[in-house]
């Protein structure tokens, strides 16, 4: 049975990533932080399967505490479990939050990529153990040429974007020095019902659901204009799993080829949850109208701009279409915004429901 290790597993990705990788048949073992509240969520599917599974005497999925700032801590995890497999996907991911805690972010999404290459290098497990490294559409920034591909230079326009540059450097210099199988996948924004409640499109579908259920009465973003190539995290995490499979080590752009606006994705988000949006005004003044009632329900705040913005991106998927047989139009983004709305409808009614049972 093939050992799997993902950081970051009580992520988005790293859930997805973990029940892909049971299905598959793997022991999984995963690192999470120790937290005074809950940070667990995302994985309570897996955990309710493994109980049972667990008193059959079949357990295969672990948790182990961690931080991969800590290297001691790390290389005494790799030791232990000596993994087939280390999906390195633990980061502090906010491109915005980057810039209030630049060093916290350099420690956990550079230093933290380097603790692991270093602890399989110095375990002696360079031939063994495969490293998949999340790296980022983010490393593109100002973008140099449009699509962004493979050999697109990299200018990245953040904390977060700086910090990941590094990432992908020493773990492309890994391989190549110690010949170590350390692939890199750049992957564009992915979104799902499990995206965390502040990154752009989930801050939209939640408000959307609460303002169609009368829980809400605004919704205020930020730079309207950006434009996103979005995908489903549950078709890219099949794609971390394939570079890992892939004969040799090598970089692959993972993206769908197509590009939208924040603004097209919150209509078609308040369109799904059964609102028709117009919009007035330019700029800053900019709004969006419920066409039915009037009332102002989408504003902009200068508060959630960046201090330097990424405007647009759009990957190039063909060398994962190509090489890894991958199809990155698996979920239209349609599909995605449709999920995400159902599955927030459900869970704004559920606190609904919830918040009345201790009225
Ligand atoms: P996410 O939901 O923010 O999850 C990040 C994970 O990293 C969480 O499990 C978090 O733990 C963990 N973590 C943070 N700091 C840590 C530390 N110091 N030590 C150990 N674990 C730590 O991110 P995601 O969307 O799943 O993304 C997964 C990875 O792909 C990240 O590296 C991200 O930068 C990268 N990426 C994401 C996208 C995207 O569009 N989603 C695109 C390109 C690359 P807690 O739960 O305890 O906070
Ligand atoms: O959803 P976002 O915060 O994602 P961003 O910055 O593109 O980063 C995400 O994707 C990267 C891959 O390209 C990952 F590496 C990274 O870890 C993360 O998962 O913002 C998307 C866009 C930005 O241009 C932002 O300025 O939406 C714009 N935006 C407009 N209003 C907003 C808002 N972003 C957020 N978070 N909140 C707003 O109110």
Request: aromatic share 10%; net charge neutral; proline share 3%.
């Amino acid at each position: 049975m093939k050992k799997a290790l993902i950081t970051g597993v009580t992520g988005q990705d790293g859930s997805y990533l973990a029940e892909f990788l049971l299905e598959k048949g793997y022991e999984v073992h995963g690192i999470i932080r120790r937290s005074s509240s809950y940070n667990q969520e995302r994985l309570e599917d897996i955990m309710s399967k493994e109980e049972a599974e667990a008193l059959k005497g079949h357990q295969r999925f672990y948790l182990h505490y961690g931080d991969v700032t800590d290297a001691l801590n790390i290389t005494k995890i790799i030791g232990d479990i000596r993994p087939d497999e280390i999906y390195n996907l633990a980061a502090q991911s906010h491109v915005r939050v980057s810039f209030d805690m630049p060093g916290y972010t350099l420690d956990t999404d550079a230093k933290g990529t380097l603790n692991i290459l270093e602890a399989v290098r110095i375990l002696g497990l360079s031939e063994k153990t495969k490293i998949y490294q999340a790296s980022t559409s983010e490393l593109f920034g100002k973008v140099q040429e449009v699509p962004q591909k493979e050999t697109t230079p990299f200018y990245p326009r953040s904390p977060y974007g700086v910090a990941k540059l590094y990432g992908f450097w020493i773990t492309k210099n890994y391989r190549e020095s110690y010949n170590m199988f350390a692939a890199n996948g750049i992957l564009f924004n992915h979104e799902s019902e499990r995206r965390g409640e502040t990154f752009v499109t989930r801050k939209i579908t939640l408000a959307a659901a609460r303002i169609a259920q009368g829980k809400q009465k605004k919704l205020c973003l930020g730079n309207l204009d950006s434009l996103r190539d979005w995908g489903y995290a549950k078709d890219y995490v099949e794609c971390m799993w394939l570079i890992l499979q892939h004969d040799k080590p090598e970089d692959f752009v993972i993206a769908t080829g197509e590009m939208h606006s924040v603004r097209e994705f919150t209509e078609l988000a308040f369109k799904n949850a059964g609102i028709e949006l117009k919009w007035t005004g330019k700029g800053i003044e900019e709004k969006g109208i419920n066409k039915k009632t009037g009332e102002v329900i989408v504003e902009v705040d200068s508060k959630f701009f960046r201090p330097a913005e990424v405007d647009q991106l759009l990957g190039n998927p063909t060398k994962a279409k190509t090489l890894l047989g991958w199809n990155p139009t698996k979920t239209s983004f349609n599909e995605l915004i449709k999920k995400m709305i159902i599955s927030d409808m459900k869970k704004v009614n559920n606190e609904q429901k919830i918040k009345k049972s201790f009225d």
